[in-house]
């Protein structure tokens, strides 16, 4: 069964440091995709960053990237020179096939992270 | 902008009274997908559409409903709702590749229920 963990509930880190947010995966897809999503306290959900498993490159977007070891099955986040406005609910996800050709999203648990100033 | 837009963005509906929330979409996708998510949790897929067909989820209970009169709208119906189903809702779409910037979520539903 398609299964996504993330085992971080809550992170803390200082304004305009890095940090890293941790999530394995556990699938029978051949080929599949990563996403990261954030999620702030009025609820929306924001894409952040994919990574397809047949991407020859970590992926990265502005300060967001991907630490993507195939192997072990793990895609970590990377959030580089963290602001305020970071501090939100972030979810790993990926597609269940599950015989489709689109795919249903399969959460992690969520991590929360708090930025402090 | 193509996008995805849930009405109502709050709602307060008292026991056992009937409720419909609203998504619809501007991107012409597929795909439409409505999950619950309880305070601190991942959000939970409900059900969703491939164009007219239906697919429900095994354990989403009897009392939530969809409909997709159209490509662009799709409505959740919770028959009678009870205090265990406050929640946000979020409606999602998706083209029919599971690839990057391949899914859309709105800003969610926040359903209160007294």
């Known amino acids: 069964a398609q299964k996504i963990t993330q085992t971080q509930p809550g992170m803390f880190v200082q304004e305009k440091e890095a940090v890293t947010l941790d999530c394995t995966y556990d699938?029978?897809?051949?080929?599949?995709?990563l996403f990261w999503y954030k999620q702030p306290s009025s609820g929306e959900m924001i894409f952040l960053i994919y990574?397809?498993?047949?991407?020859?490159q970590n992926a990265t977007e502005g300060r967001y990237s991907l630490n993507f070891q195939k192997a072990r099955k793990s895609a970590n986040l990377v959030i580089s020179a963290s602001q305020l406005g970071d501090s939100a609910m972030y979810f790993c996800a990926n597609p269940n096939a599950g015989g489709t050709s689109y795919g249903k999203l399969t959460f992690g648990q969520g991590t929360i992270l708090t930025v402090h100033p | 902008d193509a996008m995805v837009i849930q009405n109502p963005r709050y709602q307060v509906t008292q026991f056992g009274k009937p409720v419909t929330l609203s998504c619809s979409q501007t991107l012409n996708h597929n795909v439409m997908y409505w999950y619950q998510q309880k305070s601190s949790q991942a959000p939970k897929l409900l059900f969703h559409?491939?164009?007219?067909?239906?697919?429900n989820e095994a354990d989403t209970p009897d009392n939530f409903q969809s409909r997709r009169p159209n490509t662009s709208f799709c409505f959740l119906d919770i028959r009678s709702p009870g205090l265990g189903d406050a929640a946000m809702y979020l409606c999602?779409?998706?083209?029919?590749?599971?690839?990057?910037?391949?899914?859309?979520f709105g800003s969610g539903t926040r359903l209160t229920v007294v």
């Open positions: 699938t029978s897809d051949q080929s599949y995709g």
């Open positions: 999602a779409t998706s083209r029919t590749d599971r690839g990057a910037g391949g899914y859309t």
């Open positions: 990574q397809g498993s047949y991407d020859e």
């Open positions: 559409y491939y164009d007219k067909d239906f697919n």
